[in-house]
């Protein structure tokens, strides 16, 4: 359980950040592959390869870093809502339909998906970027760490102590 590693002198963001950095490395390594693979496997052209491939990494870290969070946050709780994440990223950010022949709850919330600007940071890799598209898109989807970390390091005691309450309530319930 979280605080395990209290044991050994360990403090709560070292053991969340121990135990992200195997996520963080396997996520990488997907995200390599996955871009090398559209590249050589598919033939997908970049005009620039290296942000190609960078958007890749940090999407990768984006993505993993919040579905680690809200996992070890929240537990079994946390696991259903990144499966609901990322069921409306795919069908929010125009990663299946364009956005505009989506619905009109898709198209609100279309500008505050982190996908979507994975999305836009890799076309301005593949197919060029105007000014400093690809930068601000990838700030924008850097920022999305903001949040995540936060709730993963600095809000991580409390909300531990209201998972244990709750937890607590519902086995005294007798019915979980």
Known sequence: GPGNASRWGLRLDHEYFGRYAIFALLALLQ???????DTYFLGV??????QFLAVGWLAALVFSNIVYTLTVSFGDIGKAVAVVLLVMQVAGSGGTFPIEMTGPVFQAI???LPFTHGINAMHAAMAGAYHMEYWIELG????YLIPSLALGVVF???????NDWIIEKLESTKLI
């Open 45 to 50: 052209q970049a005009n620039h390869a290296l």
């Open 140 to 143: 924008i989807l850097a920022s």
């Open 31 to 37: 995200g390599t592959l996955v871009c090398l693979g």
């Open 156 to 162: 991580r005691r409390p909300v531990i102590k209201a």
């Open 110 to 112: 279309y500008p505050f």
